[in-house]
Nanobody, 113 residues
């Protein structure tokens, strides 16, 4: 059974950067079926960034130009580099494997001074 474990969340000041990691285990690593989502308090879960087969990663409008999704085949991990963070980026960030419909437990990112 696939397991996704996120890490790297925490408290960060506005304008600073944070890097999230997602470790995949229990299944074949298929980064092209993976992405990052987030859910802020009182809001629906939304796409942040995702890999797609045969093309460049897809980013939501708020993430384009500030966030970057990456992968490491050797470590079976994907990453989300977040730059120029804003208070409105505060949310729980989830790793998602859409081929299997799997979600991680999420990691809290709080952007505040």
């Amino acid at each position: 059974q696939v397991q996704l474990v996120e890490s790297g969340g925490g408290l960060v000041q506005p304008g600073y950067s944070q890097r999230l990691s997602c470790k995949v285990s229990g299944s074949r690593f298929s980064p092209n079926a993976m992405g990052w989502y987030r859910q802020a308090p009182g809001k629906q879960r939304e796409l942040v960034a995702m890999f797609i087969s045969g093309g460049s990663p897809r980013y939501s409008g708020f993430a384009a130009g500030r966030f970057e999704i990456d992968k490491d085949y050797d470590k079976s991990m994907i990453y989300l580099q977040m730059n120029a963070l804003k208070p409105e980026d505060t949310a729980i960030y989830y790793c998602h494997e859409r081929r299997l419909g799997a979600w991680g437990q999420g990691t809290q990112v709080t952007v505040s001074s």
